[in-house]
């Protein structure tokens, strides 16, 4: 398997990427059609679901969780037991992304993503946790959850002098661009890090099942972007 990291704590990065070998596709989950009608996901009272992408992490902290919320595990550690195990490949992108297309036309109303530690980004993640269940997400449909908002260009310039990349590689976002997106690809990406948040399924259903499709299997191939 892949090595601890992949889903383990991070540091100061998106992701803390480390350099992998290409693994083998995975295989795409199919999903239930749906309508891609809006819910009530922006409102007091909407059925909440969070996702949680752990590798080894101790989940204690769930217990804290509102019971409003379901909880799903999903689990990349290997170890045995596990209610929902997944391929050690693809950083929590892969398995937010497994998610989505999985679930793409039974999405709950709000859906919160997170890593196994989410603390190292979102040192109030329960109190973040309590206020949803209480206010909803709002009229925007989506939230994140670091507290930092950066930028980088197509070629990764920051993500090269970042002191979790020793090798210095580049960030390959403008071919991650042109797999999932496709046409021009912009001069900055805006970005929060951390790779934590919440989405209504309105607002995740704006984009279609395949676009999620090529989303899951850039993930892999390109687990940095």
Do not use: M
Not at 36 to 42: F, N
Not at 148 to 169: C, H, M, Q, S
């Amino acid at each position: 398997s892949a090595s601890r990291g992949r889903e383990g704590p991070r540091r100061s990065w998106a992701a803390n990427r480390r350099r992998t070998r290409r693994p083998s596709p995975l295989p795409v989950p199919d999903a239930v059609s749906g309508s891609g009608r809006g819910t009530r996901g922006g409102e007091p009272g909407a059925a909440l679901e969070l996702v949680v992408a752990r590798h080894r992490e101790d989940l204690a902290w769930l217990r804290r969780v509102p019971r409003v919320f379901t909880i799903t595990v999903y689990d990349k550690s290997g170890e045995p037991g596990a209610a929902h195990p997944l391929p050690n490949v693809g950083d929590e992108a892969q398995t937010y992304l497994h998610h989505v297309v999985g679930r793409y036309g039974h999405l709950a109303d709000v859906t919160v993503f997170c890593q196994g530690k989410p603390f190292d980004h979102a040192p109030d993640f329960h109190r973040t946790l309590r206020g949803i269940a209480r206010d909803g997400l709002g009229p925007d449909g989506f939230r994140s959850f670091g507290f930092v908002v950066d930028r980088d260009d197509a070629d990764g310039a920051l993500f090269r002098t970042w002191r979790g990349n020793p090798g210095k590689r580049g960030l390959p976002l403008a071919r991650f661009w042109g797999e999932v997106f496709g046409g021009t690809v912009p001069d900055e990406f805006v970005f929060f890090p951390g790779a934590q948040f919440a989405v209504t399924a309105a607002q995740a259903r704006l984009r279609p099942l395949e676009f999620y499709r090529r989303a899951l299997s850039a993930s892999v191939f390109l687990p940095d972007a």
